[in-house]
């Protein structure tokens, strides 16, 4: 995924981030790669933020702080208001994405390393305004139909359903279908990638589409090992670090070191997760 959007022929990367909302997360260590991997080759790059994203990182990434609609937003109560909430983000994002990006023509690339449900129609609008000049578009899939949270006050809680709850993420389901059928009538030269097999697995059902596997990429190029070496720190030292998510393994973690401690080979694990779901 890295090199394949730089190859010969690229002009201008532009980066569509409606997650990066400040330093925390994978958004800004993503942006700066591909910021770095650009001026390494000669290319040039824009970033486009949220509104929302703090003023140091919109600064330090040199970005443009555009977007409204976040990829990290929560769902409504229903089914029936999810479906006009997709249309209505949707079309704001739409409206932004054209704003911003006006003169989009052939060497450039359109990165999104994280995209949402109430993005993705918007992102096919923007390809299909420039459909036949040459821009490639490449989306990654970072999160499942059911990862946004459906937030209920006590009163809608108790008036609540696991059935109304499933029927709002088949909704969300559902416009990725349409979405995908929409997407394979263009003729854009368009990838798109998962962020783990089980999410290649879940995105090909919905679409239909063989989908690579891109992990989130990081540069560990400015760090250096520091840890205190203590007794038994002898040997590899495994991390999990990020959303303690079923898709991401952190279920198989009790298991997978219990199995390696009684192997009794030398070794430690650091563990640090956040929203165990």
């Not at 909302?21 to 991997?37: E, N, V």
């Not at 959303?243 to 298991?255: F, S, V």
Request: aromatic share 10%; with cysteine.
């Amino acid at each position: 995924m890295e090199n394949e959007p730089f190859r010969s022929g690229t002009k201008r990367v532009i980066v569509i981030d409606p997650g990066c909302t400040g330093p925390f997360g994978h958004h800004r260590a993503l942006d700066q790669l591909i910021i770095s991997f650009c001026q390494k080759s000669n290319i040039t790059s824009r970033v486009l933020v949220t509104k929302k994203c703090t003023p140091d990182v919109v600064a330090e990434l040199g970005a443009e702080a555009q977007l409204t609609p976040s990829v990290y937003l929560p769902l409504p109560d229903t089914a029936r208001q999810t479906v006009q909430y997709l249309e209505d983000l949707n079309e704001t994002a739409w409206h932004e994405f054209s704003a911003a990006l006006p003169d989009l023509s052939a060497g450039d690339v359109v990165v999104v390393h994280t995209t949402s449900p109430w993005h993705f129609r918007a992102l096919y609008k923007l390809a299909k305004s420039t459909s036949g000049k040459g821009v490639r578009f490449r989306i990654v899939f970072r999160f499942p139909p059911k990862f946004a949270p459906i937030p209920r006050s006590k009163k809608s809680a108790a008036l609540a359903s696991e059935a109304e709850d499933a029927n709002i993420y088949r909704e969300i389901e559902q416009a990725y279908i349409n979405d995908f059928v929409l997407w394979k009538k263009l003729d854009t030269d368009v990838q798109f990638f998962a962020d783990t097999y089980a999410l290649a697995r879940k995105f090909k059902a919905l679409s239909g589409i063989e989908m690579p596997i891109v992990p989130i990429q990081i540069d560990f190029s400015e760090y250096s090992p520091a840890m205190d070496k203590g007794p038994g720190a002898d040997g590899p030292v495994f991390l999990f670090a990020g959303n303690g998510r079923r898709e991401k393994g952190i279920q198989i973690l009790p298991d997978a070191i219990e199995r390696y401690l009684r192997s009794d080979r030398p070794g430690s694990f650091v563990i640090q997760a956040i929203n165990l779901v």
